[in-house]
């Protein structure tokens, strides 16, 4: 199946830095996807991308669809400590009825006060 | 409201046993799913539900038997429990071929 790499593996950084990950497939996806997750709970979308150029924000969070639809990239302004927990890419797979979200291994974010 | 919810959040059980988890979702989305999330974090699909028809079986062992009686509710049942099947298990799900939500996850610790 399709496999997303995401980078990078953990980031460690101080309160009011920007940050940004990124997620490469070797095939072409329709829609990116980014999840956050709070440890001890499940993921929760941040983010859907659904166009090649697409930029899309949410707070201090912004996405972009790659124009490739290889990749995407997430960045998030002035990071604060609730800001803390793993992000991940998904795309979609899909044959006829067969749908998957497939995920990237996940970037670990910590932000020290 | 929870949107979608799984019981129960902790299990610990012993090798051997057989254990249920359910969830429910009250989107009134089609689509329910089965996820495992390993201790290194990767979220890997075990099973897809579309109107309480089985779509994706991703060569999960046959222990593990998901029963979907409505389109709200899609419950995992695992039998013979083994120690590699400790793990998070999570529930989500989507109206048709769309972004999905995620349950707060089952932490299943099998000794």
């Known amino acids: 199946g399709q496999q997303l790499n995401q980078s990078p593996q953990s980031m460690f950084i101080q309160e009011g830095e920007d940050v940004s990950m990124n997620c490469t497939s070797s095939?072409?996806?329709?829609?990116w996807l980014w999840y956050k997750q709070d440890p001890g709970e499940g993921p929760v979308l941040l983010i859907a991308l659904y166009k090649a150029g697409e930029l899309t924000s949410n707070g201090r969070l912004t996405a972009q669809f790659g124009i490739t639809r290889k990749d995407s990239f997430l960045n998030i302004s002035a990071s604060i400590p609730s800001d803390v927990g793993i992000y991940f890419c998904?795309?979609?797979?899909?044959?006829?009825?067969?749908?998957?979200?497939?995920f990237g291994k996940g970037t670990l974010l910590t932000v020290n006060p | 409201d929870t949107a979608v919810s799984q019981t129960p959040k902790y299990l610990v059980t012993q090798m051997g046993n057989d254990k249920s988890i359910k969830c429910e979702q009250n989107?009134?989305?089609?689509?329910m799913y089965w996820y495992k999330q390993d201790s290194k974090k990767f979220l890997k699909i075990m099973f897809s539900y579309n109107n309480k028809e089985l779509i994706i079986n991703e060569t999960v062992p046959n222990r593990f038997s998901p029963k979907s009686p409505d389109k709200a509710h899609l419950n995992l049942h695992i039998n013979s429990l083994e120690l590699g099947d400790s793990a998070v298990y999570f529930c989500?799900?989507?109206?048709?071929?769309?972004?999905?939500?995620f349950g707060q996850g089952t932490r299943l610790t099998v000794v």
């Open positions: 989500a799900s989507s109206q048709g071929q769309t972004k999905a939500f």
């Open positions: 998904a795309g979609p797979q899909s044959g006829g009825s067969n749908y998957k979200l497939t």
């Open positions: 095939s072409i996806f329709n829609t």
């Open positions: 989107l009134g989305h089609d689509t």
